[in-house]
Each structure stands twice: as structure tokens, then as C-alpha cells.
């Protein structure tokens, strides 16, 4: 089966500007993250959606971020203005259900100047 | 949320030495996985274990959930296995909460 697609790769931008990430699932997978990951870190769980519904986004700064996804399939993740902090590797996840394991896409690497 | 604590979060192995990597976590889970991320940051689904033992070429794991720890071996490494090794733990509300990781390098 074709895995998690994200884009892009690869991302600089200048602090303030707005940049926005595309994921695709898994066919058939109902659950989606995103994750954040810092260089060093482990990733933490910005937002969980259940088809298109929000499940979680209480680790989401809502002030600058917002994520959306439309139809229940493909996901879109946007900050809006960037900080130099937000610079990390963002990372898309999809699950069939409950117990059932997840699997991540290759991620955007973001760097903010 | 559950805590993951991952040790030792450095090793340094030579090639063909065995290895073992522990993951602790705080509650307890629904399920538990093994990544591991290589240099180019994708993280790769090693084992998919919420208990007992799973063997996968020279990698095994085994957990056990009663006493709330994880063990990930790896045996006879090779240069290909550097990178993190991250354990994730899935909450009863399925949230999945990694560990710091462990960063492994092998050398020839």
C-alpha cells in the first residue's frame, strides 16, 4: 500500500511570513496527526483528527496555527505569522483505528531566518 | 499524559556487537511501537508490541506490560542500524506519546 505522502520536504522562510504543509494518508485510515519534532526531541502531537472531525488540539498554539481537514482525507497544517521556534520537522501520521499501529510520512523540515 | 523515559539516550556500538535499549512509561497503555529514524528524518514502524515478544531479523523486542517496560535488542549491529530509536506509547484515549530517543552509531 502507498504511505503517508507529505510536502513539501523541505521549507525556509523569513520570520513572520505564513507557510503551510499538505498531507495524505493512507487510504481508508480515519485517523491523522500531526506531530511536531525539534531537533533533539521526540515528536509531540500538535492536533488528532477522527475523519474530519477534531479529536485533540490541545498542544496546538492556536494563535498562529491551524489545521484543517477537508472530506475526512488529505490535511493541510499552516502557521501564520512564523516564529524562529516553529523551526522543526513536522511530521504527518495516519491510523486505520484504535490498536492497530500508526505509520508517518517522510515530514517537511522547516527552517525559520 | 503518560511519560516515556528511553535509556541510554546515547550508545556507541562496534560493528557486530549486540545491543539492548529500555523504554519505561509511567501508565498504563494500549499499545507500544518501536520506530526507528534514520538520517533523513523518516521514521520507519519497527514493532508494533502492547506485550510479549516479536522477532524481526536481528531485531527483537519485547515488552512487558505489568511491570511497565519495553526492551528493543539488537543484535549483531551494522552500520545501517545508526540513527534514533524512539519508543511510542499509545494511550486508552489513543494519544501517542514518543520518548526523547535513543541515538545509536555504529562503526565499522
Known amino acids: 500500500e502507498a504511505g503517508v505522502a507529505q510536502s513539501p520536504r523541505y521549507k525556509i522562510i523569513e520570520k513572520r511570513q505564513s507557510v503551510a504543509f499538505w498531507c495524505n494518508p493512507i487510504s481508508g485510515h480515519a485517523t491523522l496527526y500531526w506531530y511536531q519534532q525539534i531537533l533533539g526531541q521526540g515528536p509531540k502531537l500538535l492536533i488528532q483528527?477522527?475523519?474530519?472531525?477534531?479529536?485533540?488540539d490541545s498542544q496546538l498554539p492556536k494563535d498562529r496555527f491551524s489545521a484543517e481537514r477537508l472530506k475526512g482525507v488529505d490535511s493541510t497544517l499552516k502557521i501564520q505569522p512564523a516564529k524562529l521556534e516553529d523551526s522543526a520537522v513536522y511530521l504527518c501520521a495516519s491510523s486505520l483505528g484504535q490498536g492497530t499501529g500508526y505509520t508517518f510520512g517522510s515530514g517537511t523540515r522547516l527552517t525559520v531566518v | 499524559g503518560i511519560q516515556v523515559e528511553q535509556s541510554p539516550p546515547d550508545l556507541i556500538l562496534q560493528e557486530g556487537a549486540n545491543s539492548t535499549l529500555r523504554c519505561n512509561f509511567s501508565?498504563?497503555?494500549?499499545?507500544l511501537q518501536w520506530f526507528h529514524q534514520n538520517p533523513w528524518g523518516q521514521l520507519i514502524n519497527l514493532f508494533y508490541?502492547?506485550?510479549g515478544t516479536k522477532q524481526n531479523g536481528r531485531l527483537s523486542a519485547t515488552t512487558v506490560a505489568t511491570e511497565r517496560y519495553s526492551l528493543l535488542y539488537i543484535s549483531s549491529s551494522q552500520t545501517t542500524d545508526s540513527g534514533v530509536y524512539f519508543c511510542a506509547v499509545e494511550s486508552w484515549d489513543y494519544k501517542l506519546s514518543f520518548g526523547a530517543g535513543t541515538t545509536v552509531t555504529v562503526r565499522a
Open positions: 508490541i502492547p506485550s
Open positions: 501508565d498504563s497503555v494500549n499499545n
Open positions: 483528527f477522527q475523519n474530519n472531525g477534531v479529536v485533540d
